[in-house]
């Protein structure tokens, strides 16, 4: 069965030299769990990654399936299943390439050393909290619609730890104006990862020097009131609005990302 990670590999594949293309595939990559295949089983807080050996340079190697890692191996082995943006941060700096899916997927590549310093660099981020710094929010303005279809997909990946998301424009203590992003509801011990994940998708959306805060209003509150009253609400999937036909449901689908209103 043909994986999203697949899908943005396919795509850029078939376009190499569209930015667009290469950035949602990296995108996916840091967003999929992947299992990396370990030397010994896992002890205390440590993962001891297999290292192979290759022509250009040591790689460890990673699979974004359970069944992928089997039909590489055809034995059982030790593993680790963690999202790909833990992953790269994991191997960063110890020279070692990425592997993936080598020979059993259609996203089979190897990704060099530089590539995983990269991506760990890309994920490292996350948006400033503004909340308890603001003089005042209003409607959102213009909004690249590469950002706009880069949060869409993100936030339905997303969906089961997000009550509501609003965009709104804010104005800071500074003086300084930008973009808010409210989510609200969102437990608080997801909000960090929350928070990283979304920083990536306008990092990747290709909108240099674009600025987007977030902040996590309880639900209910007067500040999730606020924003919802004058923002743009992206409609997230829910499994309640899932159709009875085999088709997928709105937001489900990473080609095709909820609707904002």
Same mark, same amino acid.
Request: aromatic letters at 4%.
């Given at each position: =069965?043909?994986?999203?990670?697949?899908?943005?590999?396919?795509?850029?594949?078939?376009?190499?030299?569209?930015?667009?293309?290469?950035?949602?595939?990296?995108?996916?990559?840091?967003?999929?769990?992947?299992?990396?295949?370990?030397?010994?089983?896992?002890?205390?807080?440590?993962?001891?990654?297999?290292?192979?050996?290759?022509?250009?340079?040591?790689?460890?190697?990673?699979?974004?399936?359970?069944?992928?890692?089997?039909?590489?191996?055809?034995?059982?082995?030790?593993?680790?299943?963690?999202?790909?943006?833990?992953?790269?941060?994991?191997?960063?700096?110890?020279?070692? &390439?990425?592997?993936?899916?080598?020979?059993?997927?259609?996203?089979?590549?190897?990704?060099?050393?530089?590539?995983?310093?990269?991506?760990?660099?890309?994920?490292?981020?996350?948006?400033?909290?503004?909340?308890?710094?603001?003089?005042?929010?209003?409607?959102?303005?213009?909004?690249?619609?590469?950002?706009?279809?880069?949060?869409?997909?993100?936030?339905?990946? =997303?969906?089961? =730890?997000?009550?509501?998301?609003?965009?709104?424009?804010?104005?800071?203590?500074?003086?300084?104006?930008?973009?808010?992003?409210?989510?609200?509801?969102?437990?608080?011990?997801?909000?960090?990862?929350?928070?990283?994940?979304?920083?990536?998708?306008?990092?990747?959306?290709?909108?240099?020097?674009?600025?987007?805060?977030?902040?996590?209003?309880?639900?209910?509150?007067?500040?999730?009131?606020?924003?919802?009253?004058?923002?743009?609400?992206?409609?997230?999937?829910?499994?309640?609005?899932?159709?009875?036909?085999?088709?997928? &449901?709105?937001?489900?689908?990473?080609?095709?990302?909820?609707?904002?209103?």
């Amino acid at each position: =069965m043909e994986t999203p990670l697949d899908r943005a590999f396919g795509a850029h594949q078939a376009m190499p030299d569209d930015e667009a293309l290469r950035m949602r595939f990296h995108e996916r990559l840091l967003d999929a769990e992947l299992i990396l295949l370990l030397r010994e089983e896992v002890t205390g807080a440590t993962l001891k990654p297999e290292v192979f050996a290759l022509e250009s340079g040591p790689v460890a190697l990673v699979f974004d399936r359970d069944d992928r890692l089997a039909a590489f191996l055809e034995a059982p082995a030790a593993y680790a299943a963690l999202p790909g943006r833990r992953m790269v941060a994991l191997l960063a700096g110890q020279g070692l &390439g990425l592997g993936l899916n080598l020979g059993v997927a259609p996203s089979s590549t190897l990704l060099p050393a530089e590539a995983v310093t990269w991506l760990a660099a890309m994920a490292a981020g996350a948006p400033s909290e503004a909340l308890g710094h603001l003089r005042g929010i209003a409607p959102p303005g213009e909004v690249p619609q590469g950002v706009i279809d880069a949060l869409g997909t993100k936030l339905a990946a =997303m969906a089961a =730890m997000i009550g509501e998301a609003h965009l709104v424009s804010a104005r800071h203590d500074d003086g300084t104006e930008s973009a808010l992003l409210a989510l609200v509801g969102v437990p608080e011990g997801t909000q960090a990862d929350v928070a990283a994940a979304v920083a990536e998708a306008v990092r990747f959306s290709g909108a240099a020097g674009w600025r987007l805060d977030v902040v996590f209003p309880s639900e209910g509150s007067a500040a999730a009131q606020a924003v919802a009253r004058i923002g743009w609400r992206f409609e997230l999937p829910r499994p309640a609005e899932a159709p009875a036909s085999n088709r997928a &449901g709105p937001g489900t689908d990473p080609e095709r990302p909820p609707i904002l209103r």
